[in-house]
């Protein structure tokens, strides 16, 4: 890329955005109503881990892969990085449209592998696609906004969940014709925020040395591959650092998503999907409200945790986000009245935005520029493969240890965070050391 970047407006920097906004809708139904379809496809609660496996899987293998053959791409005409965000955001839309027509549980288990796949190709080539663009000086603002949207979209996906699932009756087999409604939204929003940054938003084109050398790119299928191994084993150790609160932070989120509303269908409706599948709908219903709200909670605190971030230290924000968090999560089984749900899911939803941006603040100075791409994607495999790890063994946790008990489980994942804030304490970066701040954030 060329070494002086233009600055680009408040303005210009949304738009560049906005197609975060979508990607991140679609993220927000994975969390909220593909486990309930579950549920309403009959899967039993230790079931729930390993059908969400397809979210880390595909996240481990299209997420580095794409961004180290993203770092060596160029077409005069579609860009670097657009061409890649561009075919995610298209299979997300349609995968989106087909999903609530799943008539088995395995059926909407192999939907949910095409959707995430479709998710990751999106994801990192549009984290890359803002270093790319946005000077040095405007990473802060251009990677926090990315928050913002992914905030924005989560609520909007959260929301339309509880207002269809109160507007809309009926049902297709044994899915309700609101989760249809949801669905059918999010497709509209997936390919269409993503045109929208892509018509708004021109890539800078390489040197004529970067256009060498990615001319005699000649390692094929295995050069990513290589690439990912090099970078991997020059890893700088502040991301092994970041990698050991990934690993407790991404577990326990996972633990609650998988079981959040069935969490609050107990304590609040004193039910469970299989006793009484109507109440349960209203339970699915508030667990879009509620983390509707705490997503409303991410978008109104990400640029404020920009500027504690400047003013402390980004370590010591993170920490404090963390423990809110696991302190919510603690809290969260025990509460009996609906409306009081939105207490500590305000603090979660901060810690959330911190999840989004903070940690990379932490490590970016660390990251060599040319390989950007290919760094976000190993990033991003310290989140999956706490996922997959969690798929894998929590269902036999569940089963075994918290009698398949849902609010167990959301406790389980407090104490997990609170873990993950310890661990943070353990990191140390040059620039934090010098008292820097050089920013880059990412989404799921």
């Given at each position: 890329?060329?070494?002086?970047?233009?600055?680009?407006?408040?303005?210009?920097?949304?738009?560049?955005?906005?197609?975060?906004?979508?990607?991140?809708?679609?993220?927000g139904?994975?969390?909220?109503?593909?486990?309930?379809?579950?549920?309403?496809?009959?899967?039993?609660?230790?079931?729930?881990?390993?059908?969400?496996?397809?979210?880390?899987?595909?996240?481990?293998?299209?997420?580095?892969?794409?961004?180290?053959?993203?770092?060596?791409?160029?077409?005069?005409?579609?860009?670097?990085?657009?061409?890649?965000?561009?075919?995610?955001?298209?299979?997300?839309?349609?995968?989106?449209?087909?999903?609530?027509?799943?008539?088995?549980?395995?059926?909407?288990?192999?939907?949910?592998?095409?959707?995430?796949?479709?998710?990751?190709?999106?994801?990192?080539?549009?984290?890359?696609?803002?270093?790319?663009?946005?000077p040095?000086?405007?990473?802060?603002?251009?990677?926090?906004?990315?928050?913002?949207?992914?905030?924005?979209?989560?609520?909007?996906?959260?929301?339309?969940?509880?207002?269809?699932?109160?507007?809309i009756?009926?049902?297709?087999?044994?899915?309700?014709?609101?989760?249809?409604?949801?669905?059918?939204?999010?497709?509209?929003?997936?390919?269409?925020?993503?045109?929208?940054?892509?018509?708004?938003?021109?890539?800078?084109?390489?040197?004529?040395?970067?256009?060498?050398?990615?001319?005699?790119?000649?390692?094929?299928?295995?050069?990513?591959?290589?690439?990912?191994?090099?970078?991997?084993?020059?890893?700088?150790?502040?991301?092994?650092?970041?990698a050991?609160?990934?690993?407790?932070?991404?577990?326990?989120?996972?633990c609650?998503?998988?079981?959040?509303?069935?969490?609050?269908?107990?304590?609040?409706?004193?039910?469970?999907?299989?006793?009484?599948?109507?109440?349960?709908?209203?339970?699915?219903?508030?667990?879009?409200?509620?983390?509707?709200?705490?997503?409303?909670?991410?978008?109104?605190s990400?640029?404020?945790?920009?500027?504690?971030?400047k003013?402390?230290?980004?370590k010591?924000?993170?920490?404090?986000?963390?423990?809110?968090?696991?302190?919510?999560?603690?809290?969260?089984?025990?509460?009996?009245?609906k409306?009081?749900?939105?207490?500590?899911?305000t603090?979660?939803?901060?810690?959330?935005?911190?999840?989004?941006?903070?940690?990379?603040?932490?490590?970016?100075?660390?990251?060599?520029?040319?390989?950007?791409?290919?760094?976000?994607?190993?990033?991003?495999?310290?989140?999956?493969?706490?996922?997959?790890?969690?798929?894998?063994?929590?269902?036999?946790?569940?089963?075994?240890?918290?009698?398949?008990?849902?609010?167990?489980?959301?406790?389980?994942?407090?104490?997990?965070?609170?873990?993950?804030?310890?661990?943070?304490?353990?990191?140390?970066?040059?620039?934090?050391?010098?008292?820097?701040?050089?920013?880059?954030?990412?989404?799921?």
């Open positions: 890329m060329k070494s002086l970047k233009s600055s680009l407006t408040f303005s210009q920097i949304i738009n560049m955005n906005v197609g975060f906004f979508g990607i991140q809708y679609s993220f139904l994975q969390q909220s109503a593909v486990n309930p379809i579950y549920d309403f496809l009959g899967a039993s609660p230790d079931e729930i881990p390993l059908l969400n496996l397809a979210g880390p899987v595909t996240g481990l293998l299209i997420q580095p892969l794409i961004g180290a053959l993203s770092d060596k791409t160029w077409h005069p005409r579609w860009g670097r990085r657009k061409p890649f965000f561009f075919i995610g955001a298209l299979l997300c839309s349609l995968t989106l449209f087909i999903y609530p027509f799943s008539s088995s549980l395995w059926m909407a288990a192999g939907l949910l592998w095409v959707l995430d796949a479709g998710n990751n190709t999106a994801m990192e080539p549009y984290r890359a696609f803002i270093a790319d663009v946005l040095e000086e405007q990473q802060a603002t251009g990677f926090l906004t990315q928050s913002f949207f992914t905030g924005l979209g989560i609520t909007l996906a959260n929301v339309s969940l509880f207002v269809f699932q109160k507007n009756t009926g049902s297709y087999g044994q899915i309700p014709y609101w989760v249809f409604g949801s669905f059918f939204l999010g497709s509209l929003c997936s390919i269409g925020s993503v045109l929208w940054s892509m018509s708004k938003t021109e890539e800078i084109p390489p040197s004529e040395e970067e256009l060498a050398k990615i001319r005699a790119n000649k390692g094929g299928l295995l050069e990513p591959i290589i690439e990912i191994l090099s970078a991997i084993k020059d890893m700088p150790k502040v991301m092994w650092q970041l050991l609160v990934y690993l407790f932070q991404w577990y326990a989120l996972f609650y998503w998988q079981n959040a509303s069935k969490s609050i269908a107990l304590s609040v409706w004193k039910t469970t999907p299989k006793e009484n599948p109507d109440l349960y709908q209203e339970a699915v219903g508030w667990t879009g409200l509620v983390n509707g709200w705490y997503n409303v909670a991410t978008f109104m990400a640029f404020g945790l920009v500027w504690l971030a003013k402390s230290s980004p010591l924000v993170h920490i404090l986000c963390l423990i809110m968090a696991g302190v919510g999560l603690l809290i969260f089984p025990h509460i009996e009245n409306y009081m749900l939105f207490a500590p899911m603090g979660f939803g901060i810690a959330w935005a911190s999840m989004m941006g903070i940690p990379y603040l932490m490590v970016v100075s660390e990251i060599p520029k040319e390989r950007y791409g290919v760094y976000m994607g190993i990033i991003n495999m310290m989140i999956v493969i706490p996922m997959i790890i969690q798929n894998l063994t929590f269902g036999y946790v569940l089963e075994h240890f918290l009698d398949n008990d849902s609010g167990k489980a959301v406790t389980f994942a407090g104490i997990f965070l609170l873990i993950a804030a310890a661990a943070t304490m353990l990191i140390k970066s040059k620039k934090m050391e010098e008292g820097q701040v050089v920013s880059m954030s990412a989404g799921h």
